[in-house]
């Protein structure tokens, strides 16, 4: 039997000038370019452990932290161990499955173009709710590798069941075959 050996890197490739820049830095050594935050894999690991970070790469409902300061970063694995925030989102959106995003693209494209005053969300106990207000202040949510679709609030509550309805489509046609 062989050992297990994981590669874990501790340094990731500038998006300017592809210099190696420690994980541990904000800025690029070479050229000064600001990096985005990065977290190794046994962080990633212990963050999720604590629930300071909520996996959010099978969508659903995200409640909480509504206002325009209070952010939820969006985490995405990289590679070698690495995790990267790649972005934020507010409660009251939905967030869809990659594989949902994949399928529905373009109606999500749509619906996402939907404007108005926020409405309020109404949802069953059988919905999917991702509840970012269990987790402590500065948590973030762990979204898949090649990308995922975020509606907007207003348009989460107008269209949540069809919401609903894109994001598990595939999951349920594969328990009847």
């Known amino acids: 039997m062989s ?5 874990l890197a501790s340094s990731t490739s500038c998006a300017h000038c592809s210099a190696e820049v420690p994980l541990v830095s904000e800025t690029c050594p070479k050229c000064s370019t600001p990096v985005p935050p990065r977290i190794n894999f046994h962080e990633f690991f212990a963050e999720l452990e604590r629930r300071t970070i909520m996996d959010a790469r099978f969508g659903g409902l ?8 209070d952010d939820i ?3 995405q694995h ?12 507010q409660g009251g959106e939905y967030i869809l499955s990659e594989e949902a995003t994949k399928r529905h ?3 999500l494209h749509e619906i996402n173009a939907e404007k108005g005053s926020l409405p309020k969300v ?10 970012t207000n269990l987790m402590p ?5 762990w979204v898949a590798h090649h990308g995922q679709f975020i509606v907007n609030r207003f348009a989460t509550a107008k269209y949540f069941d069809e919401l609903e309805k894109m994001n598990v489509s595939r ?5 009847t075959k």
């Open 3 to 7: 050992d297990f050996n994981q590669e």
């Open 62 to 69: 995200v409640l909480g932290r509504e206002g325009p300061e």
């Open 73 to 75: 970063p969006l985490l």
């Open 78 to 89: 990289q590679g070698a161990g690495v995790f990267v925030l790649i972005g934020a989102m």
């Open 105 to 107: 693209e373009a109606r």
């Open 122 to 131: 109404s949802y069953t106990p059988g919905s999917t709710v991702i509840d």
């Open 137 to 141: 202040s500065g948590g973030a949510l």
């Open 171 to 175: 999951s349920l046609s594969n328990c």
